[in-house]
Protein backbone atom coordinates (compact mmCIF):
# COMPACT_ATOMS: atom_id res chain seq x y z
CA UNK A 1 0.00 0.00 0.00
CA UNK A 2 3.00 2.51 0.80
CA UNK A 3 6.41 2.00 0.11
CA UNK A 4 8.75 1.28 3.73
CA UNK A 5 9.42 4.55 4.66
CA UNK A 6 5.61 5.36 4.73
CA UNK A 7 4.75 2.23 6.51
CA UNK A 8 7.36 2.97 8.85
CA UNK A 9 5.93 6.51 9.90
CA UNK A 10 2.39 4.70 9.91
CA UNK A 11 3.94 2.44 12.88
CA UNK A 12 5.07 4.87 14.83
CA UNK A 13 1.71 7.36 14.77
CA UNK A 14 0.52 8.62 17.02
CA UNK A 15 3.77 9.11 19.94
CA UNK A 16 1.70 8.74 22.93
CA UNK A 17 -1.96 7.47 23.39
CA UNK A 18 -4.05 5.05 20.62
CA UNK A 19 -6.79 7.19 20.24
CA UNK A 20 -6.83 9.82 17.67
CA UNK A 21 -9.62 10.75 15.15
CA UNK A 22 -9.53 10.28 11.00
CA UNK A 23 -11.06 13.04 8.42
CA UNK A 24 -12.25 10.51 6.31
CA UNK A 25 -14.31 9.95 2.37
CA UNK A 26 -16.09 6.75 1.73
CA UNK A 27 -16.67 5.49 -2.02
CA UNK A 28 -19.19 3.17 -2.35
CA UNK A 29 -18.76 1.91 -6.47
CA UNK A 30 -21.98 -0.62 -7.99
CA UNK A 31 -20.45 -2.42 -10.62
CA UNK A 32 -23.27 -4.74 -11.87
CA UNK A 33 -26.07 -4.99 -12.86
CA UNK A 34 -25.82 -1.05 -13.27
CA UNK A 35 -23.02 1.40 -12.68
CA UNK A 36 -23.75 3.74 -9.45
CA UNK A 37 -21.08 5.47 -8.05
CA UNK A 38 -20.98 7.81 -4.93
CA UNK A 39 -18.83 9.47 -1.99
CA UNK A 40 -19.03 11.72 0.88
CA UNK A 41 -17.08 12.50 3.79
CA UNK A 42 -17.42 11.63 7.35
CA UNK A 43 -14.94 11.40 10.11
CA UNK A 44 -14.26 8.59 12.58
CA UNK A 45 -13.24 8.04 15.91
CA UNK A 46 -10.50 5.28 16.49
CA UNK A 47 -10.45 4.73 20.38
CA UNK A 48 -7.82 2.76 22.35
CA UNK A 49 -10.36 1.12 24.55
CA UNK A 50 -8.26 1.57 27.55
CA UNK A 51 -8.65 4.99 27.18
CA UNK A 52 -12.27 5.26 27.53
CA UNK A 53 -12.26 6.47 30.87
CA UNK A 54 -9.60 8.84 30.28
CA UNK A 55 -11.05 10.27 26.89
CA UNK A 56 -14.65 10.67 28.82
CA UNK A 57 -13.20 13.26 31.51
CA UNK A 58 -10.50 14.96 28.66
CA UNK A 59 -12.83 16.13 26.50
CA UNK A 60 -16.05 18.25 27.13
CA UNK A 61 -17.72 17.53 24.07
CA UNK A 62 -17.05 13.17 25.05
CA UNK A 63 -19.02 10.91 27.36
CA UNK A 64 -19.08 7.65 27.57
CA UNK A 65 -21.55 5.61 28.54
CA UNK A 66 -23.79 9.12 29.01
CA UNK A 67 -25.36 11.51 26.93
CA UNK A 68 -23.34 14.51 25.25
CA UNK A 69 -22.88 16.01 21.91
CA UNK A 70 -20.88 13.14 21.25
CA UNK A 71 -20.58 9.80 23.53
CA UNK A 72 -19.45 6.21 23.00
CA UNK A 73 -21.84 3.88 24.65
CA UNK A 74 -20.29 0.28 25.14
CA UNK A 75 -24.01 -1.83 24.63
CA UNK A 76 -24.50 -0.16 20.68
CA UNK A 77 -21.51 -2.63 20.05
CA UNK A 78 -20.71 -6.70 19.84
CA UNK A 79 -23.94 -7.31 21.91
CA UNK A 80 -22.01 -10.74 22.69
CA UNK A 81 -24.66 -11.87 25.63
CA UNK A 82 -27.45 -11.53 23.01
CA UNK A 83 -28.49 -14.23 21.11
CA UNK A 84 -27.49 -15.37 17.60
CA UNK A 85 -30.16 -15.78 15.03
CA UNK A 86 -30.49 -18.23 12.92
CA UNK A 87 -26.71 -19.63 13.70
CA UNK A 88 -24.20 -20.21 16.41
CA UNK A 89 -21.28 -18.67 18.16
CA UNK A 90 -18.30 -20.95 18.81
CA UNK A 91 -18.89 -23.01 21.87
CA UNK A 92 -16.58 -21.04 24.35
CA UNK A 93 -14.86 -17.91 25.43
CA UNK A 94 -17.67 -15.18 24.59
CA UNK A 95 -19.30 -13.53 28.23
CA UNK A 96 -22.64 -13.27 28.49
CA UNK A 97 -23.11 -11.71 31.96
CA UNK A 98 -24.58 -8.62 33.13
CA UNK A 99 -21.56 -5.43 33.43
CA UNK A 100 -18.82 -7.04 30.84
CA UNK A 101 -17.13 -4.41 29.08
CA UNK A 102 -16.90 -4.10 25.55
CA UNK A 103 -13.23 -4.54 25.87
CA UNK A 104 -13.75 -7.97 27.67
CA UNK A 105 -16.42 -8.96 24.78
CA UNK A 106 -13.95 -8.38 22.04
CA UNK A 107 -11.41 -10.53 23.33
CA UNK A 108 -13.37 -13.42 24.37
CA UNK A 109 -15.03 -12.89 20.88
CA UNK A 110 -11.18 -13.35 19.29
CA UNK A 111 -10.38 -15.87 21.69
CA UNK A 112 -13.29 -18.16 20.88
CA UNK A 113 -12.02 -18.10 16.89
CA UNK A 114 -8.64 -19.39 18.00
CA UNK A 115 -6.70 -15.80 18.60
CA UNK A 116 -6.19 -15.57 22.35
CA UNK A 117 -4.83 -12.28 22.63
CA UNK A 118 -3.61 -12.56 26.65
CA UNK A 119 -2.45 -10.41 29.34
CA UNK A 120 -2.24 -6.61 28.04
CA UNK A 121 -3.95 -6.76 25.27
CA UNK A 122 -5.00 -3.68 23.67
CA UNK A 123 -8.10 -3.17 21.30
CA UNK A 124 -9.02 -0.04 19.03
CA UNK A 125 -12.10 0.88 18.39
CA UNK A 126 -12.60 2.92 14.55
CA UNK A 127 -16.51 3.86 14.61
CA UNK A 128 -18.77 6.59 14.20
CA UNK A 129 -19.65 8.21 17.53
CA UNK A 130 -23.41 9.18 18.56
CA UNK A 131 -23.91 12.55 18.14
CA UNK A 132 -26.70 14.19 20.15
CA UNK A 133 -27.29 10.72 21.05
CA UNK A 134 -28.20 9.22 17.54
CA UNK A 135 -26.38 6.66 16.48
CA UNK A 136 -25.57 4.27 13.48
CA UNK A 137 -22.75 2.72 12.12
CA UNK A 138 -22.73 1.02 8.93
CA UNK A 139 -19.64 -0.70 9.87
CA UNK A 140 -17.41 -0.17 12.95
CA UNK A 141 -13.89 -2.27 13.14
CA UNK A 142 -11.90 -3.45 16.35
CA UNK A 143 -8.16 -3.52 16.27
CA UNK A 144 -6.61 -6.00 18.64
CA UNK A 145 -3.19 -6.82 19.54
CA UNK A 146 -1.33 -8.88 22.02
CA UNK A 147 1.14 -7.16 24.84
CA UNK A 148 3.74 -6.10 22.75
CA UNK A 149 2.18 -4.33 19.99
CA UNK A 150 1.58 -6.68 17.28
CA UNK A 151 -1.78 -6.84 15.98
CA UNK A 152 -3.10 -10.12 15.48
CA UNK A 153 -6.61 -10.09 14.44
CA UNK A 154 -9.50 -7.53 13.25
CA UNK A 155 -13.13 -7.64 13.62
CA UNK A 156 -15.61 -5.98 11.21
CA UNK A 157 -19.23 -5.43 12.51
CA UNK A 158 -21.90 -4.50 10.45
CA UNK A 159 -25.15 -2.82 10.76
CA UNK A 160 -27.96 -2.12 8.77
CA UNK A 161 -30.60 0.05 8.22
CA UNK A 162 -33.01 -2.41 10.55
CA UNK A 163 -30.58 -2.24 13.22
CA UNK A 164 -29.57 -5.86 12.58
CA UNK A 165 -25.53 -6.36 13.56
CA UNK A 166 -23.04 -9.09 12.41
CA UNK A 167 -19.44 -9.20 13.30
CA UNK A 168 -17.07 -10.81 10.87
CA UNK A 169 -13.94 -12.10 11.99
CA UNK A 170 -10.78 -10.89 9.90
CA UNK A 171 -7.42 -12.74 10.50
CA UNK A 172 -3.97 -11.43 10.17
CA UNK A 173 -2.86 -11.51 5.94
CA UNK A 174 -0.23 -9.98 5.51
CA UNK A 175 2.48 -8.11 8.27
CA UNK A 176 5.65 -8.75 8.72
CA UNK A 177 7.95 -5.35 9.03
CA UNK A 178 5.50 -4.10 7.26
CA UNK A 179 1.93 -2.39 8.12
CA UNK A 180 -0.74 -5.30 9.37
CA UNK A 181 -3.45 -5.77 6.97
CA UNK A 182 -6.40 -8.03 7.92
CA UNK A 183 -8.90 -9.56 5.49
CA UNK A 184 -11.48 -12.65 4.59
CA UNK A 185 -14.11 -13.34 2.17
CA UNK A 186 -16.87 -15.12 3.64
CA UNK A 187 -20.17 -15.09 2.77
CA UNK A 188 -22.26 -12.20 3.83
CA UNK A 189 -25.57 -14.35 4.81
CA UNK A 190 -26.90 -10.42 5.69
CA UNK A 191 -29.69 -7.65 4.57
CA UNK A 192 -27.45 -4.46 3.87
CA UNK A 193 -29.15 -3.46 0.82
CA UNK A 194 -32.35 -4.22 -0.93
CA UNK A 195 -30.40 -4.16 -4.18
CA UNK A 196 -27.57 -6.93 -3.01
CA UNK A 197 -28.12 -10.00 -2.94
CA UNK A 198 -27.68 -12.22 0.18
CA UNK A 199 -25.91 -15.28 -0.96
CA UNK A 200 -22.38 -13.28 -2.08
CA UNK A 201 -19.71 -13.09 -0.44
CA UNK A 202 -18.17 -10.26 1.25
CA UNK A 203 -14.11 -9.14 1.01
CA UNK A 204 -12.59 -7.17 3.50
CA UNK A 205 -9.34 -5.66 3.64
CA UNK A 206 -8.27 -3.48 6.69
CA UNK A 207 -5.08 -2.16 7.26
CA UNK A 208 -4.30 -1.58 10.85
CA UNK A 209 -4.69 2.54 11.12
CA UNK A 210 -2.06 5.03 11.99
CA UNK A 211 -1.18 8.41 9.76
CA UNK A 212 -3.96 6.77 7.67
CA UNK A 213 -6.90 4.89 7.81
CA UNK A 214 -7.47 2.42 4.67
CA UNK A 215 -10.47 -0.18 5.02
CA UNK A 216 -11.86 -2.38 1.47
CA UNK A 217 -14.84 -4.20 1.45
CA UNK A 218 -16.40 -5.64 -2.05
CA UNK A 219 -19.18 -7.59 -2.90
CA UNK A 220 -19.00 -10.69 -4.94
CA UNK A 221 -21.16 -12.88 -6.81
CA UNK A 222 -20.07 -16.23 -8.14
CA UNK A 223 -16.59 -14.68 -8.85
CA UNK A 224 -17.51 -11.33 -10.15
CA UNK A 225 -17.07 -7.98 -8.31
CA UNK A 226 -20.56 -6.21 -8.03
CA UNK A 227 -19.74 -3.67 -5.55
CA UNK A 228 -16.72 -1.79 -4.59
CA UNK A 229 -16.36 0.44 -1.11
CA UNK A 230 -13.42 1.83 0.33
CA UNK A 231 -12.76 4.06 3.44
CA UNK A 232 -9.91 6.39 3.88
CA UNK A 233 -8.99 9.07 6.04
CA UNK A 234 -6.26 10.96 7.39
CA UNK A 235 -4.98 10.77 11.30
CA UNK A 236 -5.78 14.00 13.58
CA UNK A 237 -5.15 14.40 17.17
CA UNK A 238 -8.26 13.53 19.23
CA UNK A 239 -8.83 16.66 21.01
CA UNK A 240 -11.70 19.16 22.28
CA UNK A 241 -10.56 21.22 19.34
CA UNK A 242 -11.05 18.96 17.04
CA UNK A 243 -14.14 17.53 18.25
CA UNK A 244 -15.41 20.54 17.52
CA UNK A 245 -14.57 21.40 14.61
CA UNK A 246 -15.77 18.09 13.23
CA UNK A 247 -19.27 19.19 14.69
CA UNK A 248 -19.55 22.01 12.47
CA UNK A 249 -17.85 20.26 9.57
CA UNK A 250 -19.92 17.48 9.64
CA UNK A 251 -23.29 18.42 11.11
CA UNK A 252 -25.63 15.99 12.60
CA UNK A 253 -23.28 13.15 10.67
CA UNK A 254 -24.78 9.68 11.79
CA UNK A 255 -28.18 11.37 10.81
CA UNK A 256 -26.91 12.43 7.70
CA UNK A 257 -25.45 8.98 6.73
CA UNK A 258 -28.53 7.28 6.97
CA UNK A 259 -30.60 9.63 4.90
CA UNK A 260 -27.95 9.38 2.41
CA UNK A 261 -28.24 5.94 2.72
CA UNK A 262 -31.67 6.20 1.87
CA UNK A 263 -31.50 8.58 -1.14
CA UNK A 264 -28.95 6.63 -2.57
CA UNK A 265 -31.36 3.79 -2.73
CA UNK A 266 -34.27 5.95 -4.35
CA UNK A 267 -31.84 6.73 -6.84
CA UNK A 268 -31.19 2.77 -7.20
CA UNK A 269 -34.51 2.32 -7.42
CA UNK A 270 -35.16 4.81 -9.98
CA UNK A 271 -32.46 2.84 -12.38
CA UNK A 272 -34.40 -0.01 -11.73
CA UNK A 273 -32.19 -2.04 -10.51
CA UNK A 274 -32.97 -5.41 -9.03
CA UNK A 275 -33.73 -5.03 -5.16
CA UNK A 276 -35.60 -7.72 -2.83
CA UNK A 277 -37.55 -7.43 0.46
CA UNK A 278 -36.31 -7.47 3.61
CA UNK A 279 -38.56 -10.53 4.26
CA UNK A 280 -37.36 -12.65 1.36
CA UNK A 281 -34.91 -15.61 2.02
CA UNK A 282 -34.83 -15.54 5.62
CA UNK A 283 -32.87 -18.82 5.34
CA UNK A 284 -29.78 -16.71 4.17
CA UNK A 285 -29.95 -14.30 6.54
CA UNK A 286 -28.00 -16.14 9.25
CA UNK A 287 -25.64 -15.61 12.31
CA UNK A 288 -26.80 -11.96 12.85
CA UNK A 289 -28.21 -10.52 16.39
CA UNK A 290 -31.01 -7.71 16.90
CA UNK A 291 -33.01 -9.90 14.04
CA UNK A 292 -36.22 -7.50 12.72
CA UNK A 293 -39.36 -8.71 13.27
CA UNK A 294 -39.49 -9.99 9.63
CA UNK A 295 -37.28 -12.69 10.23
CA UNK A 296 -37.00 -12.94 13.87
CA UNK A 297 -40.46 -15.40 14.47
CA UNK A 298 -39.06 -17.59 11.51
CA UNK A 299 -35.76 -18.69 13.04
CA UNK A 300 -34.07 -19.05 16.25
CA UNK A 301 -30.12 -19.09 17.87
Known sequence: MEGEGGMRRDREFPATGGSRLYACRVLHERLL??????????????????????????????????????????????????????GAEPPAGVPARAGVTLKERVLAFCAARGVDLGDGARVTLVTLPRMFGYAFNPVTFYLCSDAVGGRRCSIAEVTNTYREMKAYFLPEISGGAGVPVFGARLPKHFYVSPFSGLDVEFDFQVREPGRTLAVKIDDFDGGRRTLHSTLTGEARPLTGRALAGSLFRYPLLTARVIALIHWQALRLWLKRVPHISKASNPELQRGLRRPHPSIATRFHA
Open 33 to 86: PKRHRFCYRVFYLAIDLDELGALGRRLPLFSVNASNVFSIRESDYLPTGEPVHH
